[in-house]
């Protein structure tokens, strides 16, 4: 059985940074994508930024240069360092993995709200 442990939202003013970390356990063989994704009140959940296994990273255009995506594959784990943060940026953010377990399969994190105030 796998679980994902997300960490590191809260409320920060406006230009202020958050660090969120999404560690997954139990029986991993191997992990692929990984990835941070968000979801604002009243609209549909969208991709922020995804990492390969092998460190090729990809971001959404409006947080390129404020967020950075990284990645530890020994602890199976996954960060968001988010800088310069907005108002717009406030949403639940969850981490996705793909990973093979007994099979390959995609894994969601539970969420954790980020609240960015003007």
């Known amino acids: 059985q796998v679980q994902l442990v997300e960490s590191g939202g809260g409320l920060v003013q406006a230009g202020g940074s958050l660090r969120l970390s999404c560690a997954a356990s139990?029986?991993?063989?191997?992990?692929?994508?990984m990835g941070w994704y968000r979801q604002a009140p009243g609209k549909q959940r969208e991709l922020v930024a995804t990492?390969?296994?092998?460190?090729?990273?990809n971001y959404v255009d409006s947080v390129k240069g404020r967020f950075t995506i990284s990645r530890d594959n020994a602890k199976n784990a996954v960060w968001l360092q988010m800088n310069s943060l907005k108002p717009e940026d406030t949403a639940v953010y969850y981490c996705?993995?793909?990973?093979?377990?007994?099979?390959?399969?995609?894994?969601w994190g539970q969420g954790t709200q980020v609240t960015v105030s003007s």
């Open positions: 139990g029986s991993i063989f191997s992990i692929a994508t």
């Open positions: 996705k993995l793909e990973l093979r377990s007994n099979m390959w399969a995609t894994y």
């Open positions: 990492i390969t296994s092998g460190g090729t990273t």
